[in-house]
Antibody, heavy 119, light 110 residues
């Protein structure tokens, strides 16, 4: 059974940093690109970032470019999102999801972790 | 890049059909056949329902179908059932290594 478990969310002050993790199991992690999608409270879905299966290429939404860094450790079947210079509008539930490539759909999703940016 | 445009709400009676539209531009939906639809129950993670405009993943009922015409994609749910009540989101590859989602449509089954 495919499972993704996000962790690392919480309350952080504006300008602060946070690192999210997504532990994957039940599938061959190295066969998939991976992505992060977020959802602000009461709002729609927003693509954040995608990383290729080898980690050799990364892609970001303009809203997070230069502030967020996606990475993965294939030896640990784990995806990461390092978030710096956080702003109030980064407040959201962050989901990790499997994706075969940038043009492909997000197939399997974790349950999400809530990030709240507030003073 | 602006979000794809979806109606905030849609409704239909049990057993009837309803269609949800998703309007983009000739830089995303109009250019690529990489449109997906997701179903989301309150407090839950999204579930993939349609990909590549018309393709249904294994396990998705064939009551769900997708189509596209020009810059607008559509999701049709036939034979509405109570469990279809949820939020639905479209997405599209938008070129320049980016992905864009719609604002979401709340489907109510009457």
């Amino acid at each position: 059974e495919v499972q993704m478990l996000e962790s690392g969310g919480g309350l952080v002050q504006p300008g602060g940093s946070l690192r999210l993790s997504c532990a994957a199991s039940g599938f061959t992690f190295t066969n998939y690109a991976m992505g992060w999608v977020r959802q602000a409270p009461g709002r729609g879905l927003e693509w954040v970032s995608t990383i290729r299966d080898t980690g050799g290429a990364t892609y970001y939404a303009d809203s997070v470019k230069g502030r967020f860094t996606i990475s993965r450790d294939n030896s640990k079947n784990t995806l990461y999102l390092q978030m710096n210079s956080l702003r109030a509008d980064d407040t959201a539930v962050y989901y990790c999801a499997t994706v075969k490539g940038l043009v492909d759909p997000f197939e399997y999703w974790g349950q999400g972790t809530l990030v709240t940016v507030s003073s | 890049q602006s979000a794809l445009t979806q109606p905030p709400s849609a409704s239909g009676s049990l057993g009837q059909s309803v269609t949800i539209t998703c309007t983009g531009t000739n830089s995303d939906i109009g250019r690529y056949n990489y449109v997906s639809w997701y179903q989301q129950d309150p407090g839950k993670a999204p579930r993939l329902m349609i990909h590549d405009v018309t393709q249904r993943p294994s396990g998705v009922p064939d009551r769900f179908s997708g189509s596209k015409s020009g810059n607008t994609a559509s999701l049709t749910v036939s034979g509405l059932q109570a469990e279809d009540e949820a939020d639905y989101y479209c997405s599209s590859f938008a070129g320049s290594n980016s992905v864009i989602f719609g604002g979401g449509t709340k489907l109510t089954v009457l």
